[in-house]
């Protein structure tokens, strides 16, 4: 029986208008689900839906005929999943009282898809984001990408776990660093001349400006400047005639008394007057005779300070030439030039040549070059150690999946850099590619039998080989993944007899620790699960319509039955169906056998 799983589970999916289902509602098992059916039913429309809640790529083909959209949605069961969570949260969505969260994926017949998380409308990369916590579907095209060097390595370093992990991290971020050098220094040697005389200019305009030393905002206060020294007469004219206009003339003209005079003799006569009521408007204008006589003495100030001043004049209109001949040339005000200044100043930091500037750069490559050397060296050796404990586990599951006389083997090594590589690396003499991923090209090969020589594993493997050989990755990977939903879309295509008997084993013991959901046509992997939905298709006024449903025990013998080959309606068939039960009843209650575990360190 298979364990309750901790971590994410997917708890039901529900699908509606997809391929040949109207409607079909999977309530999903803890441990091992599978889902079988007649084909063309519609099994692989369950993995499709699967695709789809993790942001895959919608098709308008997958739309049921006669429908406007298809409707994918699951419920998803949080349990001190902190990655998960915090996903669902950044998105703005809610996690439900009882620690679930719903997906949801639409897709429309002219193509336009839209992706739900929590109750909030997400973008399809965030459904993406989740199911990389939460879910990993494996089928034939997950046996074709093992197959590439890229995924062959990505297996290790899964496997190798913080002991590449960590260094692989360092060493991108030196990496890229030694990147930027190198880059810097090919294009500063490459362009010294054109940067030379780059570098002449931004002199030879700095020493310009240096020169001058203008302020900021020098030439506005300047031409306020030059206004009042060019209308110097004009205003001293007409600072004394006001001043005449206020205090008198300066000869003390009894005819030209001006406004000061006039409002004293003014007071005078109040003061003395016999009436009351003018004598008490005297004061009033006595303060009007204070404030003359201060805008008097301030107006004699004034005219006293604008003494022409020719030389001055003179001084300010070449200083404002000065200025001018930079903003025609650098900028169209005094701040601009400044600015310019100041850029170029930076600039020339940057395109410094001299021999020091490319000595120091070519010593800071070689000194990133060598703590990069020494982190490839670091992975290199972590995913040897590694390869050599993950073929060992994948090997021994080999053996318990009919294949005992296989033996698969994981080659390290790192990869030559070719002439004129400018991401070579020197490591131990030798010179190396440094890739993104590190210096190593990893290869998975497979000795079929004794005294086979190795081969690459698609040469090697027949297709069923291949789907045990990635079942056996999966279930050592299943130890060391943090990917609690696993599900396995007929990756035992090509199997059968015992070897179908042994996946169904190895899929019901990986499902005490994972929740793991199996689409499958063999009645000897069906038998091992915990629960069993079935596909079932029907014909109604030329419609073909397919659903999904849950099998009780009885069910599930008459189900198992029609899988060997059609003997749903003999004894013979009833009776081989029981038996395949019963046995996988009785392995699965038995205490798993102790693997000896890989250690990474």
């Known amino acids: 029986m298979g364990a309750a799983t901790v971590g994410v589970v997917l708890a039901e999916m529900r699908i509606q208008g997809l391929g040949v289902i109207e409607e079909a509602l999977l309530e999903l098992h803890p441990g091992f689900t599978v889902v079988t059916g007649e084909t063309g039913a519609g099994k692989t429309m369950v993995v499709t839906g699967l695709h789809l809640l993790s942001g895959g790529r919608a098709e308008a083909s997958k739309v049921r005929t006669g429908m ?115 880059t810097e220094l090919d294009e500063r040697s490459s362009r010294s001349r054109e940067m030379a005389q780059q570098a002449d200019l931004l002199k030879h305009g700095l020493n310009e400006i240096d020169a001058v030393a203008p302020e900021p905002g020098e030439d506005v206060e300047l031409t306020e400047q030059i206004k009042r020294l060019a209308a110097v007469d004009e205003l001293r004219a007409s600072a004394t005639e006001a001043h005449a206009a206020v205090s008198g003339s300066q000869d003390g003209d009894p005819d030209a008394p001006g406004a000061l005079g006039l409002v004293g003799e003014a007071v005078r006569r109040l003061a003395t007057a016999e009436d009351p009521v003018l004598r008490d408007l005297a004061p009033r204008l006595e303060e009007a005779s204070m404030l003359l006589g201060d805008v008097g003495t301030e107006l004699g100030s004034y005219v006293e300070t604008l003494d022409a001043d020719p030389a001055l004049l003179e001084k300010v209109l070449a200083r404002q030439a000065d200025l001018k001949r930079l903003t025609r040339k650098y900028a169209a005000d005094v701040d601009g030039v400044l600015a ?171 499902a005490r620790t994972h929740q793991v959901l199996v689409v499958t046509h063999l009645p000897q992997v069906a038998a091992f699960a915990d629960q069993h939905l079935v596909v079932d298709k029907g014909t109604s006024g030329g419609v073909t319509r397919s659903g999904v449903k849950l099998l009780e025990p009885a069910d599930r013998v008459q189900e198992l039955a029609r899988m060997l080959a059609g003997m749903d309606g003999t004894e013979t068939g009833r009776a081989h169906a029981e038996e395949l039960l019963a046995v996988a009843e009785k392995d699965k209650s038995a205490p798993a056998p102790k693997r000896k575990k890989a250690k990474k360190g």
């Open 68 to 182: 406007l959209k298809a409707f994918v949605e699951g419920r998803f069961t949080l349990d001190k999943a902190e990655a998960a969570s915090r996903i669902v949260t950044d998105a703005g969505a809610d996690i439900d009282e009882d620690g679930s969260v719903i997906a949801l994926r639409t897709v429309s017949v002219d193509g336009r898809s839209r992706a739900h998380l929590g109750g909030r409308s997400v973008p399809v990369g965030v459904l993406a984001d989740l199911s990389e916590q939460v879910i990993a579907v494996h089928g034939q095209n997950d046996q074709l990408r093992l197959l590439r060097p890229a995924e062959q390595r990505a297996v290790i370093d899964r496997f190798a776990g913080e002991s590449v992990g960590e260094p692989l991290t360092e060493y991108r971020e030196i990496r890229a660093e030694w990147l930027a050098v190198i």
């Open 340 to 510: 310019w200044a100041d850029d170029a100043r930076r600039r020339l930091e940057s395109v410094d040549t001299s021999d020091e500037a490319l000595a120091e750069l070519a010593r800071r490559r070689d000194e990133l070059g060598v703590r990069l050397a020494g982190l490839a060296a670091e992975v290199s050796a972590a995913r040897g150690k590694a390869a050599a404990e993950l073929a060992s586990a994948i090997t021994q599951e080999l053996s318990g999946l009919a294949m005992g006389q296989a033996e698969l083997e994981i080659t390290v090594e790192q990869r030559p850099a070719e002439h004129g590589d400018r991401q070579a690396l020197a490591i131990d003499g030798r010179a190396v590619h440094a890739g993104s991923e590190g210096v190593d090209e990893v290869e998975l090969l497979l000795r079929a039998h004794d005294g086979a020589p190795p081969l690459p594993v698609h040469k090697a493997a027949s297709g069923g080989e291949l789907s045990r050989v990635m079942l056996a990755i999966e279930v050592v990977l299943a130890n060391v993944d943090t990917v609690q939903t696993l599900v396995f879309d007929e990756v035992d295509a090509g199997v059968g007899g015992r070897a179908a008997v042994e996946i169904g084993r190895r899929l019901a013991r990986l």
